[in-house]
């Protein structure tokens, strides 16, 4: 299992980590966020012990998220440090190898603060998290469904790992875009202001099914 050695602040109440698995050949990002009830910890890949205190001391955690079925990373392990419950969608459980102690479901926040927006076309249970923060501004936190590696940058996940790369792309299209000020991805650097014009140019730039509805 890989291993970051910390975490870092990259907005206020929000922070990632990360480490480059060489099974999958890619680097693994995790994200945690605080939200009303306490720290959301999405998809988390292992921590040293210094980072885990570290992350620990600014909340106590209130859920795990995992964005889709290929997620189980070091959820477990998670769970029994912080005592938090684990999420996903209902699509995703029976791919996880980790017990899920409760279903994402639209109309359902996850910690009082986080929307949850599902992405159907990419992995099984494929989700987003909506935060609309205070004084207006968003961030919006992707599981597998967005990716931001070098040396393409920000893309959509290519087609050979999507259920559907039709059914992605129009589900794109309900994503929250408007005054983004945060992305995160469970592949990838996070972009900053002005990620709603980049967000905004790739959805745009996709192919949609004939016929479908683009709003």
């Known amino acids: 299992m890989v291993t970051a050695e910390s975490i870092r602040e990259i907005s ?8 480059y698995d060489q099974s999958v050949r890619t680097e693994l990002y995790s994200t945690a966020v605080t939200a009303e009830f306490g720290l959301v910890i999405i998809d988390p890949i292992d921590l040293v012990h210094d980072a885990f205190h570290q992350l620990a001391k600014h909340a106590p955690a209130a859920a795990i998220v995992l964005t889709n079925g290929n997620h189980s990373r070091a959820a477990a392990r998670f769970r029994e440090r912080f005592g938090a419950p684990v999420f996903a969608h209902n699509d995703a459980v029976g791919e996880l190898t980790t017990f899920v102690d409760g279903a994402l479901r639209p109309g359902r926040p996850v910690a009082g603060s986080l929307e949850v927006v599902q992405l ?7 989700i987003a998290l909506f935060h609309r923060k205070a004084k207006g501004e968003c961030h919006l936190h992707f599981g597998d469904a967005l990716v931001n590696l070098d040396p393409h940058g920000l893309i959509v996940l290519p087609e050979k790992y999507c259920l559907s790369a039709s059914l992605l792309a129009q589900s794109l299209q309900s994503i929250p875009h408007e005054d983004l000020s945060l992305v995160t991805f469970a592949h990838g650097e996070p ?4 990620a709603t014009e980049k967000i905004t140019s790739l959805v745009g730039q996709l192919s949609l099914p004939k016929n479908s509805p683009t709003h």
Do not use: D, K, T
């Not at 206020?12 to 480490?19: D, F, L, P, Y």
């Not at 159907?120 to 494929?126: H, I, Q």
């Open 12 to 19: 206020s109440g929000v922070w990632i980590w990360h480490a």
């Open 120 to 126: 159907p076309g990419a992995g099984l249970g494929e």
């Open 191 to 194: 972009l900053l202001a002005p």
